[in-house]
C-alpha cells in the first residue's frame, strides 16, 4: 500500500498523528542536509521502538570488502559504504526520573512532524503521557546551517501540562556506531579520544582504513521561559560516548529549553591535529550568533536558492509539494561548493547503494545545477570525473582494455570502481557513453567550449578507445557489435547489441573525432598536448572511424522499431496492463530468473536513447518507440517516469505526461517502490525538474539558443521556471492562454518559441 499520510502542503512536508509503522519512512522524508553532512529526521529523545538512525559526512567513506561466493579477474575489492558517522543528535529526557520514549508512552496526542522547505527546519512537536502519569508537551526545532555548513543546532523544549516537574536532558555523543549494510557486521570507526568540559564535548574518531580523521562535537545551554540558565553539567564520559546531564525544576506550564550546537569537523578539510581547535571556533561563532540568529540566516540562505531554483504551480498542491521536495532534497545533498563532492544516490537519507557517485549525475542531474545555480558549478561536476581519468583508465586496465581506454565505474568514492554486482560491474557500460553525453551538454548549454581542450578531450579520447576495442567485428554480420552487455534496463543481464549501448557507443567515438579536429584547428597548443600526452595516432582514430561507422543495430521490420537487444522478440510480449497487482513490483514478488526471462522493462532503455538523441529522430520514429515499449515498462527505477514524461509530453500526451511527473515527484513522498524506509531517491530528483523544463516546458537548446515548446496539464492553472542561461535569468511562465517569457538578469535575449524567434529584453 502505498504511503498516504503526508499532508498536502505547499512549502512543507507534514506529518499528523503518531504511528508506529510511519517512523522509519518518516526518518527518510523529513531528513535534512547542507551538502556537507546530512541526517535522517530520527527523534532526539531515546525511541526504542523500531528505527533507522542515520548521520552522514560528505566525502567520507570504508572500503568494505566485497562479499560474494567467488572470485572474478577484475572484480572490485571493496563495496564502499557511505559512513554511519557519530551521532550528535542525542538528548535523553526524564520527567520526575521516567524516560521520555514515545514507543513506551501511555498516551501520545497532538503529534507533528513538519519540514519546512522554504526556510530549510525541521520541527517536531507531541503531548506525551509518561508512566507516571506526567503529562509534557515537547517540540524540538533542528537544522544544518548552509552558511556554516559544519554546524547543525537542535531547541528540544519540554512543558509540564498537568504538574509541576523534574525535567532532566542528558545531550549526548555517539561514536559506538554501525552501518545497517555492512557485509561482515564489521564496526568501522574507532574512537580515539573523548574530551568533555563543561558545557562542551568532542569525541575523537577516525575511520578504519581510509583514516579520515572527524571531530563531532556539542555544546549545551539550558533557558527557562526563554531565558538563559545557570546550566553546569555533570559529565559521563566513557569509551565511546560522552554525556551531559542538566535537572531544573519547572512548573506546571513553564518551558525549559535545551540549545546544543553540534555537528562535525573533519581531516578533509582540516590538519587532524587542528579538529577540536575548528570545532571550538564554530562553536564561537554560534554563540556570536545565537540560535534565533542562526535560524534567520538560515532563512535567508534558502530564500536565495528558492529565488533561482523554484517552480510554482497553481492550482495543484500536491504536484507543487512534489517538486518543491525534489528541490530541496537536491540542494540539501549538493551545492556546489566543493569540487571533491558529488550527488550521492541517497544523498544525506540512508545507506543503500553505497558510493558516492553513480551515471545518475551526468544523466540527470547536470542540467538542474547548470540551470539554477551557475556554469562553474556544473564544470565542477565535469572537473570531479576528469580528477578520476587515470583510475577509469586502471578500471579498464584490470579487465584488459590497454593503451589509455578508460571505463567510468558504476558506483565510486574516489574514481575507482566498487560496485559488487558482476552483471552491473563488467556489464552496465553505457555509464561510460554518459560521461560524454554530460560534457556535450554543458558545451551546448553554457557555451564553454574551453572546457574541451582544456579537460574534456583527454575524457572523450579514453572512452573512444574503450569503446573501440569493446567492439567485436561480427564476420556473419560484417558488422562491429558489442557483446554481453546489459543495459539501463537492468531485468536482462547478458545480452548481445543493447540499442542503447551500441548507439552510445557510436555516438561517442563520432563526437571525440568530431572535438578532435575542433580542437586542432582552434587550439593548436592543447592540440598537440593532448596528442603528445595520450599518444593518440592516424591509424588509432582510422580504426575508430571503422568501428563507429560499421556499427551493428537490432531491428525488426514487423514492428519498424529498433530492438532493445537482439533477443527481445524471443520474448513472451505480455503487457504489463496484464500483471496483476498482486505481482507488483515484480522486483519484490517475482524470482530473478524469472524477470530476466520476462520481457518487462525496469526503465526507459531504448526510449532513453530516443530521449539523449532527440535530435536524431524524426517524432513519427520516437512515438513508435515509445507505442512499443512503454507498456511493457514496469518503472521500477527511480530514473523511469520523468523520461517517460518529457517523452509524453513532446507527443503532446498530457494526460500520460501528468500521471508520470506525479510519479516522478512524488515517488518517495507517496512510497510507489516501498523502499523508502531506505532513503530518498535523490539523483532521480533531477529528473523531476526536467520532466517539468523540458517535459511541460519543452525547452532545449539547439545551435546556441534556448527552444520552447510549452504545454500545459489540464489539472494546473499555471506554473514558472527560471534558467540561467548563459549568465542571464530567464523566467518562463505558462497559463492556458499564454506563455510569458521575462528577462531577469541580462540586457536581451533571443529565444525560439515554436518554430518562432522572440527577443526577450530586460524589464
Known amino acids: 500500500m502505498n504511503l498516504d499520510y503526508i499532508k498536502a502542503d505547499s512549502w512543507s512536508i507534514i506529518e499528523e498523528g503518531f504511528e508506529p509503522s510511519h517512523v522509519k519512512a518518516s526518518e527518510s522524508l523529513f531528513s535534512i542536509g547542507n551538502g556537507a553532512m546530512g541526517q535522517r529526521a530520527n527523534f532526539e529523545e531515546t525511541y526504542t521502538g523500531k528505527t533507522f538512525q542515520g548521520s552522514y559526512i560528505a566525502g567520507i567513506y570504508y572500503p568494505d570488502k566485497t562479499r560474494v561466493g567467488w572470485w572474478k579477474n577484475g572484480y572490485p575489492e571493496y563495496f564502499a559504504k557511505v559512513l554511519n558517522a557519530p551521532n550528535w543528535i542525542g538528548v535523553r529526557v526524564f520527567v520526575n526520573s521516567v524516560e521520555l520514549d514515545l514507543n513506551t508512552a501511555t498516551d501520545i496526542k497532538n503529534y507533528r512532524r513538519e519540514l519546512n522547505m522554504r526556510e530549510g527546519k525541521y520541527e517536531r512537536s507531541f503531548e506525551a503521557t509518561l508512566s507516571n502519569a506526567v503529562t509534557v508537551k515537547v517540540k524540538s526545532t533542528r537544522f544544518l546551517s548552509l552558511d556554516i555548513d559544519e554546524l547543525g543546532a537542535i531547541k528540544y523544549e519540554v512543558t509540564p501540562v498537568n504538574q509541576a516537574a523534574n525535567i532532566t536532558f542528558k545531550p549526548y555523543l555517539d561514536a559506538g556506531i554501525e552501518n545497517e549494510d555492512t557485509n561482515w557486521e564489521e564496526r568501522f570507526w574507532e574512537t580515539l579520544e573523548v574530551k568533555s568540559s563543561e558545557n562542551t564535548a568532542f569525541i575523537l574518531a577516525r575511520t578504519k582504513k581510509t583514516h579520515f580523521h572527524v571531530c563531532t562535537f556539542m555544546q549545551n545551554q539550558l533557558f527557562l521561559n526563554a531565558k538563559s540558565i545557570s546550566s553546569k553539567s555533570d559529565e559521563k564520559a566513557e569509551a565511546e560516548l560522552v554525556e551531559q546531564t542538566y535537572e531544573t525544576h519547572v512548573t506546571q506550564g513553564e518551558t525549559v529549553a535545551l540549545v546544543k550546537f553540534a555537528g562535525y569537523t573533519v581531516s578533509l578539510n582540516h590538519p587532524n591535529d587542528k579538529l577540536v581547535e575548528a570545532a571550538q571556533k564554530t562553536i564561537a561563532k554560534a554563540n556570536e550568533i545565537g540560535f534565533e540568529g542562526l535560524l534567520h540566516q538560515q532563512k535567508v540562505a534558502w530564500e536565495k536558492i528558492w529565488d533561482m531554483a523554484d517552480i510554482t504551480i497553481d492550482g495543484d498542491v500536491k504536484a507543487q509539494q512534489g517538486i518543491r521536495f525534489n528541490i530541496f532534497q537536491l540542494n540539501q545533498t549538493y551545492l556546489g561548493k566543493d569540487a571533491r563532492l558529488n550527488i550521492g544516490p541517497k544523498g544525506f537519507t540512508g545507506e543503500k547503494y553505497g558510493g558516492s557517485t553513480y551515471w545518475d549525475t551526468e544523466a540527470y542531474c547536470l542540467p538542474f545545477y547548470m540551470a539554477t545555480k551557475d556554469h562553474a558549478v556544473a564544470r565542477n561536476l565535469l572537473a570531479y570525473r576528469y580528477n578520476h581519468l587515470q583510475k577509469a583508465i586502471e578500471n579498464a586496465q584490470k579487465l584488459g582494455f590497454t593503451n589509455g581506454a578508460a571505463l567510468y565505474p558504476m558506483v565510486t568514492m574516489n574514481g575507482e570502481e566498487c560496485h559488487n554486482e558482476w552483471e552491473i560491474t563488467f556489464e552496465e557500460i553505457h555509464r561510460n557513453g554518459a560521461m560524454i553525453y554530460a560534457i556535450r551538454n554543458y558545451v551546448n548549454y553554457t557555451g564553454d567550449f574551453g572546457y574541451v581542450p582544456e579537460k574534456g578531450m583527454e575524457v572523450m579520447i579514453g572512452v573512444a578507445r574503450f569503446w573501440a576495442q569493446r567492439a567485436t567485428f561480427s564476420t556473419d554480420k560484417n558488422k562491429y557489435v558489442v557483446l554481453g552487455v546489459t543495459g539501463p534496463n537492468e531485468y536482462e543481464n547478458n545480452v548481445n547489441n543493447n540499442w542503447f549501448t551500441n548507439y552510445l557507443a557510436k555516438w561517442c567515438i563520432e563526437y571525440a573525432l568530431e572535438n578532435l579536429d575542433r580542437v586542432s584547428k582552434e587550439y593548436a597548443s592543447d592540440y598537440?598536448?593532448?596528442?603528445?600526452?595520450?599518444?593518440?595516432t592516424a591509424e588509432e582514430t582510422?580504426?575508430?572511424?571503422?568501428?563507429?561507422?560499421?556499427?551493428?543495430?537490432?531491428?525488426?521490420?514487423?514492428?519498424?522499431?529498433?530492438?532493445?537487444?537482439?533477443?527481445?522478440?524471443d520474448k513472451e510480449l505480455i503487457p504489463v496492463s496484464q500483471l496483476t497487482k498482486a505481482q507488483r513490483p515484480i522486483n519484490q514478488k517475482w524470482s530473478w530468473d524469472r524477470i530476466l526471462r520476462s520481457c518487462y522493462i525496469k526503465q526507459a532503455d531504448t526510449l532513453q536513447g530516443m530521449y539523449v538523441f532527440e535530435e536524431r529522430f524524426d517524432r513519427e520514429t520516437i512515438e513508435k518507440h515509445f507505442d512499443f515499449y512503454e507498456p511493457f515498462t514496469v518503472h521500477e527505477s527511480s530514473l523511469s517516469p520523468c523520461v517517460h514524461s518529457i517523452q509524453a509530453a513532446f507527443l503532446d500526451r498530457m494526460d500520460q505526461a501528468y500521471a508520470f511527473y506525479l510519479r516522478t515527484s512524488r515517488l518517495d513522498l507517496d512510497d510507489y517502490n516501498h523502499e523508502v524506509h531506505e532513503g530518498c531517491h535523490i539523483t532521480s530528483m533531477a529528473g523531476t525538474w526536467m520532466s517539468i523544463v523540458e517535459g511541460f516546458g519543452g525547452m532545449r537548446v539547439r545551435d546556441g539558443k534556448l527552444h520552447f515548446d510549452p504545454k500545459i496539464p489540464k489539472?494546473?492553472?499555471?506554473?514558472?521556471?527560471?534558467?540561467?542561461?548563459?549568465?542571464?535569468?530567464?523566467?518562463?511562465?505558462?497559463?492556458?492562454?499564454?506563455?510569458?517569457?521575462?528577462?531577469?538578469?541580462?540586457?536581451?535575449?533571443?529565444?525560439?518559441?515554436?518554430?518562432?524567434?522572440?527577443t526577450v529584453s530586460a524589464v
Do not use: C
Open 542 to 569: 582510422a580504426q575508430w572511424k571503422k568501428v563507429s561507422d560499421g556499427m551493428y543495430f537490432p531491428y525488426s521490420e514487423k514492428h519498424q522499431v529498433f530492438l532493445q537487444q537482439d533477443g527481445f522478440l
Open 528 to 536: 598537440q598536448r593532448i596528442i603528445d600526452k595520450t599518444n593518440l
Open 715 to 758: 489539472q494546473w492553472q499555471a506554473y514558472s521556471f527560471k534558467i540561467n542561461f548563459r549568465g542571464q535569468i530567464l523566467k518562463v511562465s505558462v497559463t492556458h492562454d499564454a506563455t510569458d517569457f521575462s528577462l531577469e538578469s541580462g540586457a536581451s535575449l533571443e529565444i525560439v518559441v515554436q518554430n518562432k524567434i522572440r
